[in-house]
Nanobody, 124 residues
Framework: LQLQASGGGLAQAGGSLRLSCLSG??????????IGWFRQATGQAPEWISC????????YYANSVKGRSTISRDDANNTVYLQMDSLKNEDTAVYYC????????????????WGQGTLVTVSS
C-alpha cells in the first residue's frame, strides 16, 4: 500500500496551504482506512497532527494545530486533505500521511503504511 502526499510549498506566516494524500495504487480505496497526518521538522521526531476515521465522522487534532487545521476526505476522488490555516513558522516540516491500523492515533507505530512526504516551509 503506497500513499502520496502533495501540496506542500513555501507559504507566508498567516497564510494557508492544503495538503493532499492520495493512494499510489489505483486499486486501493482510501475510504476503507483511517488516515493520519504527521510532520517532521529537521532534527526532530515525527509529530502526529491529525487523523480522520474511515467514515469521515471522527476527526482528531493535536493541540499544536487544533483550531487552525481541518482534515477531510473526498472518497469520490480517493483523497484525504489537510487544510492548514494561520500558518506559523513552527509549522515548517515535512508532512506525511499514513494509514492507521490500531492503537493510539498519535503513535507512529499505529500506522504501518506511510507515503512520501511533502515539504512545507513557512516564512515570516
Amino acid at each position: 500500500l503506497q500513499l502520496q502526499a502533495s501540496g506542500g510549498g513555501l507559504a507566508q506566516a498567516g497564510g494557508s496551504l492544503r495538503l493532499s494524500c492520495l493512494s499510489g495504487d489505483s486499486g486501493v480505496f482510501l475510504g476503507s482506512f483511517a488516515i493520519g497526518w504527521f510532520r517532521q521538522a529537521t532534527g526532530q521526531a515525527p509529530e502526529w497532527i491529525s487523523c480522520i476515521s474511515s467514515s469521515g465522522i471522527g476527526k482528531y487534532y493535536a493541540n499544536s494545530v487544533k483550531g487552525r487545521s481541518t482534515i477531510s476526505r473526498d472518497d469520490a476522488n480517493n483523497t484525504v486533505y489537510l487544510q492548514m490555516d494561520s500558518l506559523k513558522n513552527e509549522d515548517t516540516a515535512v508532512y506525511y500521511c499514513a494509514v492507521y491500523d490500531s492503537g493510539y492515533v498519535y503513535y507512529t507505530g499505529s500506522y504501518p503504511y506511510w507515503g512520501q512526504g511533502t515539504l512545507v516551509t513557512v516564512s515570516s
